[in-house]
Every structure is written in structure tokens, then in C-alpha cells.
């Protein structure tokens, strides 16, 4: 659970977890309860998150009461005290009803199939109909329970569902043809065959499982990103006493004001500030930023980051729900959310649909028996068949079969969608954001180049290795990779002499040698000069957004390096093939302005939006999806999961953070940024295919429940029995089940 207050008005705030939905109906159904208990002023149902936001009056309720009548309403809404329990009690409870779902499903289509084969073949045999009505009796007891429970209970309260119809539907069969069976002189003596049709009940359930079940395995692990990011929050910390001793305590037990000692290797459990020691933090899932980032007294350090070199002390700013992480928390878990419109608008036509299509079978029934007692016969077979035709497989197959197969498709492919809105919605991506570092570049610094060109003298080569060994600056590392590439004999000699200068570099003696690394400032302080033409070529290598590192002696400069990232060599091709698409792209980073102006250049992007943390990128999403437009985010590190939330279509690029690949909705395996388009085309397919099999579910209903009751009798003398209706119900299924499989043969 998760409270917002605001005690002026007495008004609390929470999110709670709600399991046992299973569409859009649901979703009002518990919003309604929730928003007609006393003491709750707002409710709001997330059906994607399985979420329910409300506002109460904690002096008139609690979450407690209102967790007792969404029970009786028939779901669970778990109250927990923290965010991490009601994550686990929800994870929990989906598995329960994922396995239990799944037997369901294997025990409906076990007793079916014999069944629709004794049936559908007429295979006669003594006590044919008993065993017929025992295994119809064992899908419905077993494996439809819940639709008569649930469906029932919804009907009762004049908020009927899928599930109602689906009750209604298949009971109406059972008790049709179990009447049938006992008392078949009642038909036969008026000339009517006393057909029983035990299979439409149990194929109906077989169906309406299958759907249910798709539906499930898509929206499985939908709330690992937040148990991940939890993971970034150490447990334990090291306190420093007013003695100076140290004593491990627990989180929750820090307080603003309290020291903290964060060794080489651990995560800084608080945001604070460094008060003694110097190190080299990554922030990266903060900026997105590979380079470490050195830290000195003063400087502010957040919850969650990791300390990668010396040890630090800090002071505790912000702890708990206060820190940079947990608001990050905060916004993931709020923005994130599986949105599929085209499966939502199916559930709201549900809605009025099953009413509709009790309402008429009823007024099937009245008409026929109005034409007298004789036609009382035809009057149940003609409201039987609207129900059994009517029943909502194909509608509920339409979407989770495309998408299923979609999803197979795009995994042969290297793109691993984990949740259905993002193969509807892609197709309407009007702009993509993409994140530069690690998505448009490899996301690893290197040396590009080097002045003077050529061979480096041996000697300084030896002492910047040996110096840099000793270094927390952040392109330490790439500057070491060049060095010992360029001279495989190199050794990490101790200096004679080792000095440190923050913001500016270091100095140092290496076998008799005086060296200097750093920037132009450092040699500016040590009133050594730089050459005029080394001097033009820094300038307009950091025009380009590169770092320049200069090293030299007590004589002056003698090499320049430039490090920076690589472009990834698909990306301009990308953002051409994605124009030609009609999709804006726009680079969104956290780097330095000089740097993503020149990124864009080099691939060919138009809009740059830089310098910003994480609450920034999300922003920018929410400015650039203002008028309607449908926004898709590309990112990789921990620092875009707030924009991958945010926006409308969130894509991760493999071998990037967990984090912001929990958080996405489709991941590319291999990092490629050509499988964007790709995935574009992929959805467009796929969403060509829902489209066309909720064409054929609707104009299947239009014309068959007219059928089913009766229209063509009196120019046809034809009626449709329930075995044909419930035959060209399965043969619908079938159908939307047949048109998803194409996708299997697309080429994206």
C-alpha cells in the first residue's frame, strides 16, 4: 500500500492492488464499489495495473472496509503496509489464479473433446446421454465454476458480464437437454426430435477458458520493475557514531541528520551529502550516463547509486519515501500500465451486449409462445440458440489470439513484446524518443583520437597508465583500454609522487618521470602552455560533445585525448526508415547539450531535448503527447523508466538496464536499432488482424442471432437448432483463432 495525506481535510490517499479482474466490466464493477462505500470520496480502477486508486475520509473508513466489500463483491483488494508486501501478496495471488486457470482449462478440454466427438458424430451407445450429461456436468462443475459464481452474482446486481452470459448460456443448454433426456416424450409426442446438446455447454467453457487463459499468460510478471527497483535499496547501512565506531542498523531506523559510511562496492542507501572521503559514483540510473562521476566533500549523492572506488561518508538528507528513488518508484508504479484500447472498446460493447442478448432471447421466447401453446417448444429452442450463438467466444478470442500470435512472431523476430498495448499502439506512434546513450551509442566511452597522431613516447605512456590505475575520474577506464592496447608491455608501476586535483585531474612521478593529466585548467594552474594547434583541435573535439583529457610535463602539454561513445552504426538508417514511416524522432538525454547537438547531426535527428534527470524526461513525454499525439520512448537505463512509463509505447533496448526492460512493454533482443521499424510493422499487422476478427465476431452476431431466432422460419420454414448454433459458434472461434495464425506467415 502506498498513502498520500492530506490531514487539512482529513483526506488519505492510496493505491492498493486488486486481483481476480478480468475485464473491463469488472474493472466498474469493483470501481463502483469502491466508490460506493461510505468515506470514499474518489475511486479510480486501473484494470491494466490491476490497481485501484481512492480517497478517503480515515474518520468514516478504512482501507480495510473497503478491502471486505470488494470481497463480497466477488475480488480481493490487498491492504499491506508497505509498497514491497503488496507487490509480493499480488505477484502471489496471480500465480495462484495463472495455475488454477490452467488446470481449469486442461480438465475443460479433456471432458470436451470426447464429448463433442460422441455428439458432433452421433456415436450411440447404451447410456450414451448419461455419459454425456456426466461429462458436460464435470466441465461446468469443475472448470466453469467461476463463470457461474461470478456470473450469477454480476446478474443479481444488474451489472451483468461476459461471464453472466456465458452462466446463463450454458445452463440453459444443460437444463434443456438434461430435460431432454428424462422426459424426451414431451417433444417427440408433438413431432419435435428431442435433440440434447451437452457439448454446446461444455465447448462454450472450453472456448471462453482458452481466451481467458491467453489473456493471462500476456499480462504475467507485469510487477517485477517495481520489485527491481526496490532491489536498489540496501537493507542494512553502516552508521558512524559520535565516537566515530560503526554499527549496522536497519533502513528504516535512519534519520535526516545521521552519518553514513558507504564502502567501495556498496549503493549509497540515502540522499545526502559527502561530507569526508572521495570516490567515483554511477549514477547511471540516475543520467543514463555510463562515466562514473567523482564525488569530493559537498557534493550530493542519491539513494540507490552505486560507489565504485574509494569510501565515503555521508550525511542522510532524505531517507525513506523522501529519497530520488523511491519518487521514482513512485512514478513508475503510477504511470506503468498495460493500455490496450482495441481489447478496452470489446469490453465496454460487452458491457451492453450481454444485457442486449438476454434481453433477447427473452423477447425470442415471449413472441414464439405468443402464437400459443404449440409453439412453446420452438419458443425454447429458438431463445436456447440466441444464447448458445450469441455467447461471446469468437468477441473474447478476437484480440489475445492476434496478439499471441504476434507476440510469437515478433520473439522469432528478436522483439520481445510484454504486454498487448504495445502491439496496438505502436501502429499510431506519431513521435519516438529516443534516449542517446546506450540506444543511440554503444554506451561505452572510448579513445577516438589522439594529437599529436602517431606513436606515444614509451615512457609517458607507462605514467598515465600507472597513473590512471590510481584515478576515479570517469573515462579512467577508457583512457587505460587505449593505453594498453596501444603497448601491450606496460606494468602498473606506484608513483613517486601521486597528487590529486579535483575538477581539474592529477599529477604524479612515475620511474623518475614528472606527468600531469587533466584538463586545460590544470595546466593553466601549473602555468604550463598548451600549443596553439592542440588547443583548436580540444575546442572542436569538445564542440562534438567529446571529453579531452590533456596529459603532458613539466614543459608543457604534450598529448590530447578525445573520448566519447560510438554511434551505433544503424541509427541514422533508422531514424531515415522511421521518417519515411511518418514517425518524428526526437533525441531525449541527460547529457550535455554539445553532445546530443551533435549526435542528432550525425544521424540525422531534428529535435533535441537535453540536460535533463529523469522527472525532466518524463515531462517531456507528457509535453510531446499533448494534442493527441501517440509518443513511444526508446531508452536503457534506470533514468528512462519514469519516460518509459509515461509514454504511450515503451521499448528497451536489449543488454540495457533490468530496470527500464521490466518497465518496458517491448524489448528489443539485440539492441538493434533497426527492429524498431520492424516492430512498427509487426503491430500494423497485428493490428490489421484484431481488427478484421472483431469485423467477423460483430457481423457474425448480427447475422446469426437474428438466424437463431427464428427469421427465416416464416419464408424458410428453417430454424436453427442449438447443435448447429453451438457448432457455428465453435466454427467462429475457430475462424478468429485460423485468421490470427497468418501472422505466423507476415513478413516484418
Known amino acids: ?56 475520509n480515515p474518520d468514516v473508513t478504512s482501507p480495510q472496509k473497503v478491502a471486505q466489500a470488494v470481497r463480497e463483491a466477488g475480488y480481493e483488494m490487498i491492504v499491506e503496509d508497505s509498497v514491497a508486501k503488496a507487490v509480493e501478496e499480488k505477484e502471489k495471488a496471480e500465480q495462484r489464479q495463472y495455475r488454477r486457470m490452467k488446470r481449469d482449462l486442461i480438465v475443460a478440454w479433456t471432458l470436451t473433446l ?57 445452463l440453459v443448454s444443460f437444463l434443456f437437454s438434461l430435460f431432454n433426456t428424462f ?10 426430435p428431442a435433440d440434447l446438446y451437452y457439448e454446446a455447454s461444455a465447448m462454450i467453457i472450453a472456448f471462453v477458458l482458452t481466451g481467458k487463459f491467453m489473456e493471462s499468460r500476456a499480462k504475467r510478471n507485469t510487477g517485477t520493475a517495481i520489485k527491481a527497483l526496490m532491489g536498489l535499496q540496501p537493507s542494512e547501512a553502516q552508521v558512524v557514531d559520535a565516537n566515530g565506531n560503526l554499527k549496522t542498523v536497519k533502513i528504516s531506523e535512519i534519520t535526516p541528520g545521521t552519518f553514513i559510511s558507504v564502502r567501495p562496492g556498496e549503493r549509497i542507501p540515502v540522499d545526502g551529502i559527502v561530507k569526508s572521503g572521495m570516490s567515483s559514483v554511477d549514477e547511471s540510473m540516475l543520467t543514463g550516463e555510463p562515466e562514473g562521476v567523482e564525488k569530493t566533500p559537498g557534493d550530493h549523492v542519491s539513494a540507490g547509486t552505486l560507489n565504485t572506488n574509494g569510501s565515503i561518508t555521508v550525511e542522510a538528507m532524505k531517507v525513506g519515501t523522501n529519497t530520488e528513488l523511491a519518487r521514482i518508484i513512485d512514478c513508475v508504479r503510477r504511470a506503468q500500465g498495460s493500455k490496450a484500447p482495441v481489447q ?34 420452438m419458443a425454447v429452442l429458438a431463445a436456447v440458440s440466441v444464447l448458445v450463438i450469441a455467447c461471446p467466444c469468437a468477441l473474447g478470442l478476437a484480440t489475445p489470439t492476434a496478439v499471441m500470435v504476434g507476440i510469437g512472431r515478433g520473439a522469432r523476430s528478436g522483439i520481445l513484446v510484454k504486454e498487448a498495448s504495445a502491439l496496438e499502439l505502436l501502429k499510431k506512434t506519431d513521435v519516438l524518443a529516443i ?26 605512456l607507462q605514467a598515465i597508465y600507472s597513473l590512471e590505475k590510481r584515478s576515479t575520474h570517469p573515462l579512467s577506464d577508457a583512457i587505460i583500454d587505449w593505453a594498453t592496447a596501444t603497448a601491450t608491455a606496460l606494468k602498473d608501476i606506484a608513483p613517486e609522487k601521486f597528487d590529486y586535483i579535483p575538477g581539474m585531474g592529477m599529477r604524479g612521478e612515475v620511474n623518475g618521470h614528472e606527468v600531469w593529466i587533466g584538463n586545460e585548467a590544470l595546466a ?26 590533456i596529459a603532458g610535463d613539466g614543459n608543457g602539454a604534450l598529448l590530447a585525448l578525445k573520448v566519447s561513445d560510438t554511434i551505433r552504426p544503424d541509427a541514422g538508417e533508422t531514424v531515415a526508415t522511421l521518417r519515411k514511416m511518418g514517425v518524428k524522432t526526437v533525441l531525449l ?12 547531426k550525425e544521424t540525422g535527428i531534428e529535435e533535441v531535448i537535453s540536460d535533463v534527470l529523469p522527472q525532466g524526461k518524463q515531462d517531456a513525454i507528457a509535453q510531446l503527447k499533448k494534442g493527441g499525439k501517440y509518443v513511444a520512448m526508446a531508452g536503457d537505463g534506470i533514468n528512462d523508466s519514469q519516460a518509459l512509463a509515461e509514454a504511450d509505447v515503451s521499448i528497451a533496448m536489449g543488454g540495457g538496464s533490468d530496470i527500464a526492460i521490466e518497465v518496458a512493454q517491448l524489448t528489443i533482443v539485440s539492441g538493434r536499432l533497426m527492429y524498431i521499424p520492424k516492430a512498427l510493422r509487426l503491430s500494423a499487422a497485428t493490428l490489421r488482424i484484431i481488427k478484421e476478427n472483431l469485423f467477423w465476431a460483430f457481423i457474425y452476431n448480427v447475422i446469426g442471432i437474428p438466424v437463431a431466432a427464428g427469421a427465416l422460419y416464416p419464408f424458410t420454414g428453417m430454424m436453427l437448432s442449438p447443435m448447429l448454433a453451438s457448432a457455428a459458434m465453435a466454427f467462429s472461434s475457430v475462424c478468429v483463432v485460423a485468421n490470427s495464425l497468418r501472422l505466423n506467415r507476415m513478413k516484418v
Open 344 to 377: 478496452r472498446l470489446v469490453d465496454k460493447i460487452s458491457a451492453v451486449f450481454v444485457p442486449t442478448v438476454i434481453g433477447i432471447a427473452i423477447l425470442t421466447f415471449c413472441i414464439w409462445a405468443a402464437f400459443g401453446t404449440a409453439y412453446i417448444p
Open 183 to 192: 422426459f424426451p416424450e414431451f417433444f417427440t409426442s408433438r413431432g419435435i
Open 435 to 460: 534516449d542517446k546513450t546506450g540506444t543511440l551509442t554503444e554506451g561505452k566511452p572510448a579513445v577516438k583520437a589522439t594529437y599529436p597522431e602517431g606513436e606515444v613516447a614509451f615512457n609517458l
Open 524 to 549: 593553466k594552474s601549473l602555468g604550463l602552455r598548451i600549443p596553439e594547434k592542440m588547443k583548436d583541435t580540444c575546442g572542436k573535439w569538445a564542440s562534438e560533445g567529446a571529453g579531452v583529457v
Open 114 to 170: 470426447p464429448l463433442s466427438a460422441i455428439c458432433m458424430l452421433h456415436i450411440h451407445f447404451p447410456g450414451d446421454s448419461i455419459v454425456m450429461m456426466l461429462l458436460s456436468l464435470g466441465v461446468m462443475a469443475f472448470s466453469g465454476r467461476r463463470f457461474y459464481v461470478n456470473g450469477f452474482r454480476h446478474l443479481a446486481s444488474r451489472r451483468p458480464d461476459m461471464d453472466s452470459l456465458v452462466a446463463v448460456s450454458t
Open 589 to 600: 538525454t541527460g547529457d550535455r547539450r554539445e553532445t546530443a547537438l551533435f549526435v542528432a
Open 1 to 56: 500500500m502506498e498513502r498520500c495525506y492530506c490531514m487539512g481535510n482529513r483526506i488519505e490517499k492510496g493505491v492498493f492492488p486488486v486481483t481476480g479482474m478480468m475485464c473491463a466490466v469488472c474493472a466498474g464493477t469493483v470501481e463502483k464499489t469502491v466508490a460506493g462505500c461510505d468515506g470514499v470520496s474518489e475511486a479510480s480502477v486501473n484494470f491494466a495495473g490491476s490497481e485501484v486508486s481512492i480517497s478517503w
